[in-house]
């Protein structure tokens, strides 16, 4: 079947990548200044937790040997002890693996959605008022700066009405008393997540209608839209059926595309909101100087930038039957 | 029995630039089971006649004279939800397969399926599968091919996709606009024949339109040249071919070659179409016409009947 | 070649375009914002005068000491050490410009060269250059940057600026090299080809020019992920401290705990960012349309 071959060939072009990517880092970990192994080596340890650690990365050893050793440990999932929390690298960034995904996907299904839904509608009534109002809102929204729209959030919705909570991930008291089940636990994960939801919602729905509305205008010029009214059918159906169909694919691409502008923003909102995620440990990890830690979530981010961009290539390739056949 | 009666129809658009009358006080008819041809270069208007005809004029055009009959009513007056139902169900349009006419995210079988139930929601599944295979094998597509999408056809079985489409809910007439254009001879040989048999068998009428007078003297029974917007020359095909008139409709015939018949002289001319946001006074044809005369650049011509069924837009000429 | 007359034929060519470009609404409001801000660039070199009081960064009041609202002394109010907020803003304008402009100009530079180059030589070169392109497209720039200020300490401002530009060009190098690969087909290039002309000299003579208003044309895209990117690392603290931009005065209103206390200090900077962004996006999206015919609302052919 031809879309297994397409995957296995993208898996592949993933995992070079992936190689180089880890190749530079290591690289430009030698090349930083300062001393390497003390980049790696909390100096609160004791000897003997030096030591292993020391051994363990290789750090004493000369540089073809150590780098054997970098991706020897990275490919068995040994990333370093971070200095902050005291625990090896890879129990926290499993930890907060679920946390980022949870938000990101989330956010990213129901931008797609609404954008393309909207600006199939903007495009549909091109020039009039609606038109109008709905790409400047949406221009606006595409370019608002996503820390000060989360602080934005936070300040009016968060502290000044109070319908949601400021931060964090979970309201400890409910998780604490025995007494609340799973339906409580998961509201409560929503209810945290709201504010984070909206903030990248609303800057990633502007640039997906955008798109949408851009790609739907050309695809109205297309002649088996002219076919599709000769037909007899009805406008709804010629719209949505014929036109939006069409016209969605690019925008699915460029999912895939902006996903490195959409991690940036993600990032950032984790950190407003100290979501417990990938994004803000990265960052946490950066002013705490806790080099194993950010290096790991560096890593995972890449690869998960690198798999969601392969899972979009193949919905496209799904779904697009000029590609399937 | 006359089908369609089309009178004194002019279409024009809004341009940038101002008004652009790009169909001249057009008048026709077409009976139950004979095919017309428009034959005419780029930007003639014979293209915008056959939108105007199923009401798909784009937003800034508009029929802004006449009347078009049909089934007696005047489908210029009609709402846009009662032409929607005259839509392929009594007019039809077939189009060109080198454009993107079929829907690519779409297979064929499904397409031609929306046709029909769009205009008869309450079809039942099976029958709707009778009908698509009995269209297909009418336009001789192998009945395996239905699901395929419209990227896996070739150049000439999309043309007969099309075909097969446009006869979905069993029209009274047909518009085909350049069907045979961008395919390779023998293809097109092909599909004319098709279409021939088709409209015998169906007794369908047939408005076919193209810039290839051979193709259209193949198909149709009577011919209308036109050129700038207006309908220079009107007869049966024997009329148009062996007396043509109008000089633009000599031109036009000096241009091809018959493998029987002597080989007419070639007339070597560009026709350059008049400014058609502000028309000549006199004659459209003035600039390129070998036989003009003083009179043609201010007075505009009028229809000289030659016989009952053949008239020319020329008053030079005999 | 006839100069006077290339000389001519742009002039009316610009004389159109600006003509295209007048009628846009999008281009209009963008170029309105756009010039404000550049006011407020170019007011930022007036504010010493007013006074070492007044300096965005060591501006101290000797009678306020902690975060006012507006008043006539400071007309946006103070910070949380009695600087005055309207001329950090002004600042804050002058190195966005600063940013965004040389950013975007270097990764324009790069790009073009590397698309040139890329489209033009083909084969083994080509894929290269493509597949690192694709590889810096993927990765995403602030946590780039944030990983290198990991590396290697605190980033001065133009190392960020080099730095951004360096993980930019990819966007550009894919569009010039699309063109070139198009430019490469034309006759006048063959015509050079047999004239004798090196490769260098075509490129750099007949395929540039055709392909500079395409780099420009993206530059103000550039722009606006330079601002952004710029003011995202100064935001979490890991930009230049010396320099107050809009994403520092963010920070600090952030860090000192005044988000909820001092709209008159939260709000401008974020409106500030998003609004020049804002700016140069639609310029962008204008020019778009005066330097692609087929986006422009079109006439229509019988």
Redesign the interface.
Known sequence: MEIKKFILRRLLEIAIIFFVILTILFVLFRLAPGDPVARMVDPMWTPEEVEHVISQLGLDQPIWTQYLYYLKNFLSGNFGVSFHYGEPVENIIWDRLPNTILLFTTSTILAALAGVFFGKIAAWRKGRKSDTWMTISALVCHTLFVPWFALMLVWILGYKVGWFPLNGIISPEVWVNENTNFPMKALDVLHHMMLPLMTLFVVQMGSYLLLMRSSMLGTLKEDYIVTARAKGLTEKVVRNHHAARNAALPVITSIGLSLAFSINGGALTETVFTWPGIGKELVFAVGNNDYPLAQACFLLIAAVVLTANLIVDVLYAYLDPRIRY | MTLLSVENVCVS?R???GV?N??DDISFGLDEGRSLGFVGES???K??IGMAL?G?L?E??SITQGRIIYGGRDLVQLSAEAM??????EI??I?QAA?????????VHEQIR??IL??HPDTLQADLQQRVEMLFDLVEIPRERMQ??P??FSGGMKQRAIIA?ALACDPKMVIADEPTTALDVIVQDQILQGIKTIQNRMNISVIFISHDIAVVADVCHDIAVMFA?QIVEFGSREEVFETPIHPYTRLLLSSYLTLDGERPEPIAFAAKTPN?ITPPSGCRFYEQCPKATQACENDPPEYREISSTHRALCKVVD | MNILADRIHLIERLAKGWAIFRQNLLGKIGLTLMIIFALMALASFFTPFLGPTYDPMTGVDPEISHATGPSWRHWLGTDFIGRDIFTQLLEGAKIAFMVGLSAAFISIVLGTIVGMLSGYLGGVMDTLLMRLADMIMVMPSLLILLLLAALFGQLNIWLIVLLIALLRWPGVSRIIRAQTLTLKQRPFIEAAKVAGASHLRIIFRHIMPNVLPLSFLYMTFRVTSAILVEAALAFLGFGDPSQVSWGMMLQWVWKTGHMFQAPYWLLPPGICISLLTLSFYMLGRAMDEVLDPRLRKEEHSG
């Open positions: 658009y341009t940038k630039n652009l790009a169909v930007g003639c208007g293209t915008t199923m798909l784009p800034n055009g929607r139902t005259v839509r392929w169900n039809a349009m189009f454009m993107n006419a079929l829907n690519p995210v779409h297979r929306e046709a769009a205009h395929d999408y990227h896996q489409m917007g058609l």
